[in-house]
């Protein structure tokens, strides 16, 4: 695959370059070379859950980095200078994440963090750089309070990747027009069973009840996670006959469930309304995607519909010969916003960095109007492109997406942090 | 000293013990013969904790020791060693009995002090003396010849200053000459130390020679009991066990 | 004479300290005393299990419960801003050390397979409550927020020397503790209870009372191995009470080597050093991983230590068997 072959060339040239000497080093207690700031390569630390179950989500999400340095690379760097990533594998543990972090700041003299963790990990990883102050990017962790709890913030540390909080008020928004509009009254839920889906269907539901008071709700339903067989969720939703399901599953889990759902023809029976169903590697693993299924906008080439995001799609399956997924998208982001820092600053400083990139308005194929902000006050992104739409089962499989309003966003969302004690 | 009154225990339907009464004198030497599956090592399994009878009753020292669990009986003063040799393998020989001393001392929790450097060491160099181990104090059980191996099985139940000790076996497995060793060893040990001493025996020729009492097991049950040229002359008991015996040898 | 054994440790102890000590002013490359500091945490991890497995013959799978106990309660002691860090540390190894008493009380009276199931058992309840306690635990999202390390005597660890030292000297301290417990006569009773549980209540030891200080001491020792974690990597995840974390400390016993003291440390030295380089090297881990297993457990049929040591025993004693027949053992002292 392409990606590999990629990937192994900058850690090629990173084994080449010091791998023997810090290999000595770290056996024998000889002190690492201690290299000037202002020269040589600027050294960005990766690290993704490449093995195991999740694997995609390190995979899809470094093409997504890589991409984005080789530009710049090719493009003759800072005065010359090249970007240098290092990636390593956390294997989703938050201590080796925790670790493998500080290792990349302590061993190999890393100028910044690209932390490309799920959310425990990114925890980890923050606790990390608040402790040593490294200039970090988290991608990938959609956990709101990662930045919205100012007691986790830290001034060295953002994110350029969805929340949960934005996602919820987008669904709920979205989910209670379609029920005004198809008056759809009796609801079922179906979450994985851990902190994640029961988080996210609390707030779907809070925000639905907010935008439609008059919706009932029927059974909650768990399937624990990476469960192989969903007949159990299936029979249930038979038996209750619901108007509409939503469901928070996600990855091999969806899947599994549309695969299995279609043999007994339920998504004719209901409407049903997937947050993360609009991702193409998720919706190219259904066999038979049902057509007419709601879904947020993971990552569809057609959303936002410009020809910068299409021709950013079609580059990427050049390169890797594999489509981008979500996490890709917030990964390229990712990099992009510590790039356009070092431009700016015209160094590799992170402490530099972190004090441009507050409030900084990056181009951006993923931005709603064709830019991205990364709002001051909470260092996370907005003004990206987040809306809902409904599937067809041939390709594009989502050629329309409705945007949600951002205002709308920001309104709720200060709700909601006021509600939590956050501001 | 031990008094067993009535004691009886089945396996399913199997009698093993039933109805067996019997008192023990104190600093008595005593044998309990029968043949194969007479319930000899049952009736010391009853009475040392092992198992707990269906009924009748244990009384040593004037206490109902009845139904007490293996170390409690251990602690009121019953020792006992095994049919089949029951050490610790990865335990030299001076380790084995230094433990076993420290135990008897309700020493065992320490935990400030030196198990190599302890006091109770000297008690454990002593019957290692008793029972001619000396040489092999450095040698860990499982190495050891199988003679000293029963040899330290009853040095370890010794170590505990029993009043009452039981043997089950003490020459199972042993040839002729190992035999002799260890039961004028065991007859110089009652005479030094003179507790209640019980033990199982196949072989007539040593019950006849040490044992001061002699009792039958049969089926469970007490065939006969009294001094050892009573039993040489009782006809049921010639009949039901030394029969046997005698014709074989007769051949 | 008993006293100078343990001064002799502690001598030993000083000296190991001091060349630890050493390593932050010959190198600056604070990645080596993270290294240091994670053998410290699972060594400790891997030492303490060996108290049950490799002494006292209990295979415990739900050590990680204690590891994961001590991490949590010191991280949560210390976000209540109440106390200091030896305060914290204090009342956490009596935590722990409370909580492994209940769970030995339970466990002790089942025999070997049971006591191993239902250890694991135990270990997905503490998992399942760190789960679903979200209020007080952070959920699976771990303990977030961070640790506070408040400077006392001088000593401020969130300076990664100062953290490296501490973690040390604790440890070392633990390993003199943990190696006096193996020599002493308790030490010796729990081997008994190893080797032969029935003849051990026969010679009047009151096994289950010592089944439940073994685990008891242990759990106490693994609690220090998960705080030494928690200040690390200034959190508590889940992940630390894992069975997966209990495995590993299996693993690093089997990899070091049960039956010599150090054994364990030196799995766990082996377990992340090999971690560190293949991460650094290559995604794949866990085929690394199986091919070491298989040298040890094809090759060597024991842990490296074990190896090492019984090879030379094995050797001196074929050695003196060609040379001299000794009559009376060397350590025979004529009475």
Known sequence: MGKTGKRSIHRRAFV???????????????????????????????????SGRVAQMGSSSTNGAIMRVDAFN???????????????????????????????????????????????????????????????????????????????????????????????????????SIAKEKSLKKWMTVGPNYAYGHDTTEQFLNYLNHFSPDIELGSQLWPKIFQPDYTDVINKILQEKPDAVFTCLWGGDLSSFIEQGNLYGLFDQAQYFCIALADYTTMAAVKHLPSGIHSGNRYVSTFPGSA?????????????????????????????????????????????????????????????????TMRAEDQTIVEYGTGW???????????????????????LEAAWKKEQGYI | MLKIEHLTKSFGGVVATNDVSLHFQPASLSAIIGPNGAGKTTFFNLITGGLRPDSGRIIFDGEDITGFDALTTVRRGIGRAFQVANLFPEFTVRESLTAAVLSHRQQSAHLLVQFSAVEARTRADQIMEMFDLQERAGVVSR???HGDQKLLDIALALALDPRVLLLDEPTAGMGPEERWKMIDMIYKLWEDERMTLIFIEHDMDIVFRIAQTVRVLCYGQVLAEGAPEEIRSNPDVIKAYLGENFEKIAQ | MQINTFTRYSVVALLVFVVLAAIPRITDDISILDTGIMICANGLFALSLNLLVGRTGLLSFGHGGFYAAGAYSFGLLMQTGMFSIPAAFALTIVFVAALSALVALVCVRLNETYF?????????????????????????????????????????????VHLYLFCCGIFLVCVVLLYQITQSPFGYTLRMIRDNTERARFLGVAVNRYKVASFTLAGAFAGIGGMFMALFVSGAYPSFGYWTMSGDGIFMIMLGGMNTFLGPLVGAIILIVLNDLTTIYTDHYGLVLGCVILVFVLGLRRGLLDFIVEGIRDRRASKMDQTIQPTVPKEEIPR
């Open chain 2, 143 to 145: 190495n050891l010849s």
């Open chain 1, 16 to 50: 080449k370059g010091i791998g023997g000497v810090a290999m000595v080093a770290a056996v024998a207690g000889f002190p690492a070379i201690v290299r000037a700031r202002n020269t040589g390569p600027i050294r960005i630390g990766v690290s993704a859950i490449m």
């Open chain 1, 308 to 372: 910068p995001n299409a021709a950013w799609e079609a580059e990427y399956v050049r390169q890797f010969n594999s489509r981008p997924t979500n996490w890709s998208w917030e990964a390229a982001l990712g990099m992009q916003f510590l790039i356009e820092g070092i431009r700016k600053t015209g160094s590799s400083d992170g402490n530099e960095i972190a004090g441009v990139l507050p409030g900084m308005i990056v181009n951006s194929p993923f931005g709603v109007d064709g830019t991205i």
């Open chain 1, 74 to 176: 090719t493009s003759g760097g800072l005065n010359g200078r090249m970007i240098e990533l290092i990636i390593r594998d956390s294997k989703g543990r938050p201590d080796e994440a925790a670790r493998i972090n500080r290792d990349f700041i302590n061993r190999d003299d890393c100028d910044m963090i690209l932390s490309l963790e799920a959310s425990t990990g990114a925890f980890a990883v923050q606790e990390v750089v608040r402790e040593l102050g490294t200039l970090c990017m988290h991608c990938l962790s959609e956990t709101s309070s990662l930045t919205a709890d100012p007691k986790l913030r830290t001034p060295n540390a953002f994110r350029s990747g969805r929340q949960g909080a934005h996602d919820a008020i987008s669904a709920g928004s979205y989910a209670a």
């Open chain 1, 389 to 411: 739409g409904v599937t067809q089962s041939t390709e594009p499989f989502m050629p329309n997406v409705t945007p949600t309003d951002w205002k709308l966003i920001y309104e």
């Open chain 3, 116 to 160: 191993t199931f239902i250890t694991l058992a135990f270990q997905m309840l503490f998992y399942n409550i760190i789960l679903s306690w979200t209020s007080l635990t952070g959920g699976d999202q771990g303990l977030l927020g961070g640790i506070p390390k408040p400077v006392f005597l001088g000593i401020d660890l969130v300076n990664p």
